[in-house]
């Protein structure tokens, strides 16, 4: 048997944003741990993607419309108008609003749905996604469904 074949994705935007003073989940570590893979030449061990960003219909296969809808909409600054969908979503200190917060969320699952997809097509035997279910508050459209994260 030989090395397994491992698919890697990374988007270099996802270090770019910030969970907040405070918080201990630093997406920048990402952009190390990728700079890591770099300069250790680990990636030549690999096949390096860029994913794809996951759209609404993607996130809706695993999420109701209102959860995607409010990951859209809620900010910072306004968040405060949406007490009841916070605590409804499991949004909060854990997995706290932040700018962009509905753009980080489509970074990572769209590199966890292309990972998901190689492994289920036998194209690799090791997917590797980082920032997959980093942001984990949730509203399941099933709540006996499993949710994509870290694979």
């Known amino acids: 048997m030989g090395e397994p074949h491992v698919s890697y994705f990374y988007d270099a935007d996802v270090g770019n944003f910030h969970y907040g003073a405070g918080h201990p989940m630093k997406p920048h570590r990402l952009a190390l741990t990728h700079n890591l893979v770099l300069n250790y030449g680990l990636y030549r061990k ?3 993607f860029r994913p794809y960003r996951a ?3 993607d996130m809706t296969m695993f999420h109701t419309p209102e959860y995607i809808d409010f990951l859209k909409r ?4 306004n968040q405060k108008h949406f007490s009841d969908s916070l605590s409804r979503f499991n949004v ?3 997995c706290p609003v932040f700018d962009g917060l509905y753009d980080f969320c489509s970074i990572y699952t769209g590199a966890s ?5 190689k492994l289920n097509e036998n194209q690799c035997d090791i997917a ?5 279910g980093l942001h984990h508050a949730k509203n399941l459209k099933h ?3 499993v949710t994509l994260m870290t694979l």
Do not use: F, K, R, Y
Request: glycine fraction near 8%; proline fraction near 4%; hydrophobic fraction near 40%.
């Open 55 to 57: 759209c609404e219909e």
């Open 113 to 117: 749905l292309q990972a998901a997809a």
């Open 128 to 132: 590797i996604n980082w920032a997959g």
């Open 143 to 145: 709540q006996d469904s």
């Open 74 to 77: 809620v900010t910072p600054e």
């Open 92 to 94: 909060g200190d854990d």
């Open 46 to 48: 690999m096949e390096v």
